[in-house]
């Protein structure tokens, strides 16, 4: 992820392993999410009970990445570069571990509807389909992140919009199920329940994404419109062309090894 090398070792294996750690954090609550969404679709609570028992994990993650950058501040005190990348993984953390709370309340629900008699509830069509997108955001916004690219980031921020729209859509068609069919009411709403998590963890991969953009072009693009955000990229883009340009002109003037 690092394009630049700092003349202390011991920061640059710091920060790899913040990077690290985020990463791994990362892949876990993805996973998390999947468990939940696998035990709601086929019905399985002993997956459910999984994800709800291994939320300890991921708070564990986060009390230990948290210690970890605690440490590396007061350490290392990074420059202004680097402190927008330490700050980044420092939010970006809050972001993991409510992806993880959020997968919680998704593996309850499933629990709830699982012990219900009776065919599966209206609207697993539509939190299968809503679950597909947000997983991928999510699983685009770790890589922006792994990568360093800006690009892929804001592609993530543009998609929000459509996880948005299809998530409003989704409850449209279920407030449909249950004025054909009342006796469904409790069973909908639960599933309402699951499609306002995963609109939350798409969110929350949004805040990832403009936490990659902000760390590289050191614009905060929060609550920015799409044409700051895409100035922003381009002068992330800039920043990366001109580093990896002195990276070639410092290797060229380089004198040659002795023997």
Known sequence: MQSDKHISKSFDQDLDEAIRLFLVMGDHAASQVAKAIHALIDKDDTLAQEVIEMDFEINRQEVELDEHILLLVAKRQPAASDLRLVMSISKGVVDLERIGDEAVKIAQMASKLTAQEGKSAYGYAEVQHLSNQVRLMLHNALEAFSQSNAEQAFEVMRNDDVVNEEYQSAIRALMTYIMEDARQVSKVINIMWILRALERIGDHAQNIAELVINYIS??????????????????????????????????????????
């Open 218 to 259: 050191g614009q905060d693009v929060r609550h920015s419109d799409y044409a700051l955000v895409e100035k922003a990229v381009q002068e992330a883009n800039e920043r990366i062309a001109t580093r990896q340009n002195d990276d070639v002109i410092a290797t060229d003037i380089a004198p040659p090894a002795s023997d």
